[in-house]
């Protein structure tokens, strides 16, 4: 079991910039490969950023390439998300994931563990 907790989410102004920190516990998290996924008030969940289990391995949604930055400190059990030049649509509850597989993926039913997701909130 791994239990994932959010933080860092908020409100900001269109151009600025976040970042999201995922803690991990529970079992050895360099084990798992990390995503981070987001829901929009009436539409799906959807892909924004994986990691492999080393790091040197990282995948973007269109949308956000460019602008975010997933990492992980292995050390430290955390995973992040580095979020620039935010836009009005980046509004969502933002949530990390762990994929019981040393490879990335951008599936969403491929990840097992979920937490309990951040608020991001753009405002124009």
């Known amino acids: 079991q791994v239990q994932l907790v959010e933080s860092g989410g908020g409100l900001m102004q269109a151009g600025g910039s976040l970042r999201l920190s995922c803690a991990a516990s529970?079992?050895?998290?360099?084990?798992?490969?990390m995503g981070w996924f987001r829901q929009a008030p009436g539409k799906e969940r959807e892909f924004v950023a994986a990691?492999?289990?080393?790091?040197?391995?990282?995948y973007y949604a269109d949308p956000v390439k460019g602008r975010f930055t997933i990492s992980r400190d292995n050390a430290k059990n955390t995973v992040y998300l580095q979020m620039n030049s935010l836009k009005p649509e980046d509004t969502a509850v933002y949530y990390c994931?762990?994929?019981?597989?040393?490879?990335?993926?951008?599936?969403?039913?491929?990840?097992?563990?979920w937490g309990q997701g951040t608020q991001v909130t753009v405002s124009s």
């Open positions: 994931a762990a994929r019981n597989k040393w490879s990335l993926s951008y599936y969403l039913n491929e990840y097992v563990y």
């Open positions: 529970g079992r050895t998290f360099s084990n798992y490969a």
């Open positions: 990691i492999n289990w080393s790091g040197n391995s990282t």
